[in-house]
Each structure stands twice: as structure tokens, then as C-alpha cells.
């Protein structure tokens, strides 16, 4: 079953194009990372998904138009979009009772259940809390929402590498089931990795890589090239080379590994240095342009 | 695809089986809410309550001389005397709830923007609508039922607070008491409120609302802008058409006369006229555009 459907999704802010027409699905079950620049759409694909812009072109979440029933699809969606939006104010006691209070899905036991593993006390605002405190305490809030989509928007942003590892451990072991889905962006890229079940790279308001896990690993392989095979590997054509202490590093789409060890030293290709090959080779291209 | 297609409105009508939070009670949350963020909402009414009871108490000093003085007065004009305190009281806490009113709606959909919390806000089911509704409940609701509590409950300590000087001085209870008529002062302070403060200043606050949806920046001066309008209109025009209005909104109608005491402009206003007047209708209805708009803006205007 689709959880996001879209189809042409296309948002304009005066003269920039943010999304350039977007197509886009997204099934149950999935953990999506959507990989990007600063200023490439990914937020804005997001608001759209979470019906907090309008836009143009056609798209369904969880079977509805985000923008016209965007009251009724909150149910059921839930959102995280960056670390600093808790009110201020708040006490921890005040943002449970008020959530318990609005949202249908919301289980107090379970949210009570996630602070008690912090040393968040119940009578302190907000304001008192550590950043990463109030990370924790957002995520206690969500997780302990049934909802079916859950989309993160740079949740562990100014986070230290603790916080940031215990915020995936913990979604990853007691949030995420195979009913939910979980949108999630960041700059941290090689954290996420292990995390998600399908990557997307968003790049001037365009999707221009998709991909599950599974193909990622088992399509693209990077070689640390030795010095004498260096131009029979730059005819095999690999989609990007760099150089690392004097040695080439290539990558390679859809090679046996066989061919590629007699190269030099094979090892799967992290999302990170795609990401680099991919959206860099673009950026340089469109430079040179 | 049609499968799916059943399988989503299924499992989404099982869901709404579930989850069924009335409206009303979203609405009690978010009314909550403003209250735990805004607690000058309250605080400021009792402070104010507070001062002016301590002062209360020391002026009660002075009583047993103007008892003595108000002997040879006639009834009416002693009944004027001793009320006169109670009177002030009441006006001025529905001074103070009206500037925290003032300021209450200015900050109410422009503080959420400023420190992104409308993310938060929005994440959770409970629609623009029910927020601003909740948010202009303050003004229009909350706010002239405190001011009327916090205010009879001020009247019966004054009240309590004379008894100490009369017995002491054996004038006794009876002297001031009887001409003080509470229940009449506070029948006329809570009609006051309602008809004036809540209906008939309602597109006040939701002017002021909108523009706390609208402003990007310094609320204060989109809240005071139609002043300028009224200025531009003197100097192009030479006419006072839309300063008038103003002045008639915020003085009241002609039969509620402005700035007098409050009571005694109750003595003016006939239940039956201001309902009927077309004046209060036509605010109504400027005060439901308002806030129409104020629900569009908030659904569009991103965190500042």
C-alpha cells in the first residue's frame, strides 16, 4: 500500500522553483532517508507532504489531499521538524496533558514509559531543559502516537553524537514496526545509514536518485584503485573518481565484483560517497555550464 | 489499485472508529493551553486586585470621619459616597483586563510564528480553526468572566475590610453597608462586560488578532495602523468619517454614553436597544470577517 503517492508535485516561491515537478511513492513499512543540499526542496517536500504549503501537481498521503483534509490526515501522521520548536514555556507535565488531550492515538502510559529512561523531571519547562532533553522529550511525545507516517525533518540538529545514536536506537527499537513509515532528513548521513530501508537525493527540486538499501549495496561498489590499473578502470567508466593520499577511488554502477577486485581493494559504497558522485558531479556540471 | 484503495478508506475508517476526540473538547485543551502560556491572563487582574485592596484598607482609615460627615446627607447622595470605591474597583480592573487583552491578542497567532512552537502546534490534529477560536475566546469570553469574579470578589473583601474600623469605633456594620447595593453594582458590572466588553469591542480583538496572524514583524504598529487611515482621511479629505467610527466603536453608542462610571452608563443602556442596534450587528459580523481571515493566515503564513 502507498503511504505518499505523487505525481508531477510542483511548488514555486516567486521565482524559485523549490520542487520541479516531483514524482514520488512511498510504501508501508519503509524507513525513507531524503538526502539533499541546503535549499533543495527537502523541507518544502515536506511541508507539502504534511499540508503545511500549498502546491501544484497531484499527490495523496495515506489516501488523502494533504492540503484540503489536512485536519483529519494528522490522525494519523506525525511530525518532528526540528529540535528547537517545542514551546518554550511548556512544563513536560502541561505538553503530555495537552497532547493526551487533542490527539486520539496518543498513549500516555507509553510516553510516561519513555521519560522515565531520562532525568527529564515533570515539573520543569522547556526552557530549563538541554537541547538534547528536549529532543528526548519530543520524541517520547511521538512515539507514543500510534500514527502511521512519521516524518523527521533534521531531528537531531545540534544534537552531540550521544543523543543523536540513542534518538535512532530508540526509533528503530521501539517505534518502528513494519505498519509505519518514517520520512527522514538530515545531515548527518552516515549515521541514518544503517537505519533506513530506501534513500532518495533531492537536488534543485528534483528526485535525481532512488533507491532502495538493498540495491544500493549490492549495486555500487567503491575501488581503491592501484596506480598501474588506473586506466583500466577509467575505462570500465566509473560515475565518479577521486583521489585519497595519492590513490584513485572510483565508483562503480552495476559491475561484478570479480572484475572490480582485480582492480585493487572493493568495499560497498556508503551513501555518503554517492552522494558526493551524484549530486556533486551535478553541481560541477551545472558550474561548468 | 482499487484493493489499496479500499484497504486505505478501511483501515482509515477503523482508525476513525477509534479516535474520536469531540471538537469541544479540543477546543477546552487549546483554551487551556492559552492559559498556561498566558498566566498575566489572571495574574494581573489579582495583582491589581491586590494593590488596590491594600490601599482599600488604608483609606478605611478615614471612614469613621466620612460616616460621621455623611449623616446629615440624604440617602441617594450616601448611597453615591460609600459606593463610589466599588465603582473605581471595577474600573479599574476592566482597565487592566482590557490592556492585557490588548496584548494578549497581539502576541496570540505572532508569538507561535516567532518561536517556530507553531510546528509543534500544527503537528497535532487540532485544525486553524479550533486554534483561533480558542485563542479569541480569551478576549471575547474568558476574560470579561474573570474581570467579573476577581472583581466581586474585590467588592466583598472591600466590604469585609470596612467592618474592623466601624466596630472599632462602635459606628457599627450598619452605618455603610446597607447603602453599598453589591448585588445591583455587580448585576450592572457583569451585563457591562458582556454587551460592552465582549460583543460590542469584539472587532477589537479580532482585528487585533488578524493582525497578529498578518504581521511579520512589530504587531504593535498593524494593531494601531487604522489611525493612520483616520489621519490620511483628515488631511485628503478634510473629513472625520472613519475616525468617527472608531470613536464610536471604542466611546460605545450614543445611549451608553462613553466615560462616565461604568454603572451609571448601565443606567443608560436598555438590554432590548443594544441588542437591536444595528451598530452591534454589523460589529459582530466585522469581528467574524476578522477572524475568517485570521484562520486563512494562520493555515498560510510560515514560522517567521
Known sequence: MAYIEAHGLRKVFGKTIALDGIDLRVEEGRILGLIGPNGAGKTTALNAILGLTPYQGELKVLGRNPWTERNQLMCDICFVSDVAVLPRWIRVSQAIDYVAGVHPRFDRAKAEGFLARTSINRASRVRQLSKGMVAQLHLALVMAIDAKL???????????????????????????????????????????????????????????????????????????????????????????????????????????????????????????????????????????? | MNIQANTIQESSQQSQAIAVIPASRRLYWSVRRELWENRSIYMAPLAVAALFLAGFFISTGHLPSQVRAAAALSAAQQQELFEQPYNFAALLLMGTTGIVAFFYCLDALYGERRDRSILFWKSLPVSDLTTVLAKASIPLLILPLLTFAITV?????????????????????????????????????????????????????????????????????????????????????????FAGILIHRFGGEDYNAPFP??????????????????????????SALFLAVAVRLRRYRDPI
Open chain 1, 150 to 289: 512519521l516524518v523527521l525533518d533534521e531531528p537531531t540538529l545540534g544534537l552531540d553524537i550521544l543523543y543523536r545514536k540513542q534518538f535512532y536506537d530508540s526509533l528503530l527499537n521501539d517505534y518502528f514496526d513494519r505498519s509505519r513509515t518514517i520520512i527522514l532528513t538530515t545531515h548527518q548521513v552516515e549515521e541514518i545509514e544503517h537505519v533506513l530501508t530506501d534513500v532518495m537525493f533531492i537536488h534543485r527540486g528534483r528526485i535525481v536518485f532512488n533507491r532502495s538499501m538493498e540495491e544500493v549495496e549490492s549495486r555500487y561498489f567503491e575501488v581503491s584503485v592501484r596506480p598501474e590499473q588506473v586506466a583500466a578502470a577509467r575505462a570500465l567508466k566509473p560515475i565518479h573518481e577521486r583521489e585519497v593520499l595519492g590513490r584513485s577511488i572510483m565508483l562503480f554502477d552495476h559491475l561484478d565484483h570479480p572484475q572490480l577486485a582485480a582492480l585493487g581493494e572493493v568495499r560497498t559504497a556508503g551513501i555518503a560517497d554517492l552522494f558526493v558522485a551524484i549530486i556533486g558531479s551535478q553541481a560541477v556540471a551545472q558550474g561548468a555550464r
Open chain 2, 153 to 241: 470578589v474585590t467588592f466583598w473583601i472591600m466590604l469585609l475590610l470596612t467592618a474592623p474600623v466601624l466596630l472599632a469605633t462602635g459606628l457599627g456594620v450598619a452605618t455603610v453597608w446597607p447603602h453599598v447595593g453589591l448585588w445591583q453594582i455587580s448585576q450592572g458590572l457583569l451585563f457591562h462586560l458582556l454587551t460592552v466588553h465582549a460583543l460590542w469591542y469584539a472587532p477589537f480583538y479580532c482585528w487585533w488578532l488578524l493582525v497578529s496572524a498578518w504581521a511579520k514583524r512589530t504587531p504593535f504598529l498593524w494593531a494601531v495602523s487604522p489611525l493612520a487611515i483616520a489621519v490620511v482621511e483628515k488631511v485628503a479629505f478634510n473629513t472625520t468619517h
Open chain 2, 261 to 286: 462610571m461604568p454603572m451609571d452608563q448601565m443606567a443608560h443602556l436598555h438590554p432590548l436597544m443594544f441588542l437591536t442596534s444595528s451598530g452591534l450587528w454589523s460589529g459582530l459580523a466585522v
